[in-house]
């Protein structure tokens, strides 16, 4: 497997596979409509700008390009948004890949990696969260997410020679230690990101959204996962399917959690700024603690995490956010 077709290769979590795919000599195609991607976040091989819902500049590239492997983040990710526009939702994110999922069959192209998230559980019952837990989205982005799971899912059973890797992504962040990319959306909201805008000035404040749930200090957890170490889980999964393994569903994240006032306190300290801090109401839709149980992706593929600190996400995403100015 050398050539690799990635959709979405120019957003955040994208753009630090295809460098980590150029790194290890794969050849990358990225197609991308720069709808929140950017041109330059794409280090390796040639980019296409492309819709998914453009079928025949889809098709007339993959015939072009030949793939081994189809590496499929485009997708919309607020789950707000999602809540007040979910027709956009299903639209990009399920329709777009069933729509993908067709034209990789009629051109044979057997394996495949879908970016799936820790939404498809919705509220877990148990902590860390296991890949056989209930699937019960909460909201229409995580909805569009399983869906488009159980389309690869129905795929692979029927159609001998079709296998997939679904990585289901807890909370994603950090940078490339390089400082070359990182997350770049025009309005971000997810928490590292906010306290680190918040200490640049960019906002007044930085809400907690909840200080009554039931954790040891009233907020929220989150097993946060840095960016490159996601990569990684990726060109794993790539392997994993390259030595013949067959379909299959991986949580990834680092198998513990941090809560909002302990991100806080290293964004303060990462920062040297003691920005506002205010104690808001809870945010609709928030579980109390969501933690990954990843032994699956370890020992299926052996991935073992190289950046699980808290100090260095924040660090690399302190460093990016200087540089967005
Ligand atoms: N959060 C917060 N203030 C913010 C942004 C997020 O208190 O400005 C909290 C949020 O309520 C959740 C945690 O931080 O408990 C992680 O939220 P984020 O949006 O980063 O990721 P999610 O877990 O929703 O995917």
């Not at 330059?40 to 993959?62: F, K, P, S």
């Not at 807890?170 to 025009?186: K, L, S, T």
């Not at 928490?191 to 200080?211: D, H, N, S, V, W």
Request: hydrophobic share 40%.
């Amino acid at each position: 497997m050398k050539r690799i077709f990635v959709t979405g290769g120019a957003g955040y979590i994208g753009s630090h596979v295809v460098k980590a795919l150029g790194e290890r000599g794969y050849d990358v195609l990225t197609y991308d409509n720069l709808s929140t991607g950017h041109r330059e976040a794409v280090l390796h091989g040639e980019l296409i700008i492309g819709d998914l819902e453009d079928g025949a500049l889809l098709r007339r590239t993959l015939e072009q390009f030949r793939p081994d492997a189809v590496i499929h983040f485009a997708a919309h990710i607020e789950v707000a948004e999602s809540v007040s526009n979910p027709l956009k939702y299903y639209r990009n994110n399920t329709l777009n890949a069933l729509n993908l999922l067709d034209a990789l069959r009629e051109q044979g192209i057997g394996r495949f990696i879908f970016s799936s998230t820790a939404a498809v559980y919705g509220i877990p019952e148990h902590i860390p969260v296991t890949e056989d837990a209930p699937l019960a989205p909460i909201n229409p982005y995580g909805a569009s997410k399983m869906m488009s799971e159980r389309l690869l899912a129905d795929l692979s059973a029927a159609q001998d020679g079709f296998d997939y890797v679904a990585l289901r992504y807890f909370n994603v962040a950090g940078a490339d230690a390089q400082n070359r990319i990182g997350q770049n959306y025009r309005n971000a909201t997810h928490l590292i990101t906010r306290a680190l805008k918040t200490a640049k000035g960019e906002y007044p404040k930085l809400q907690i959204f909840g200080c009554d749930y039931p954790t040891d200090d009233g907020t929220c957890i989150r097993d946060y996962i840095h960016v490159d170490d996601l990569a990684a889980a990726h060109l794993a999964a790539l392997d994993y399917l390259a030595g013949g393994g067959t379909s299959a569903i991986f949580n990834c994240g680092y198998g513990h959690g941090y809560s909002v006032r302990e991100v806080v306190d290293v964004a303060k300290q990462v920062t040297g700024v003691d920005f506002t801090v205010e104690e808001a109401s809870r945010r609709a839709g928030d579980p109390p603690a969501l933690v990954a149980d990843s032994g699956k992706l370890r020992e299926r593929t052996g991935w073992a995490p190289q950046h699980d600190d808290l100090d260095f996400i924040v660090r690399t995403a302190w460093e990016w956010e200087k540089r967005l100015g």
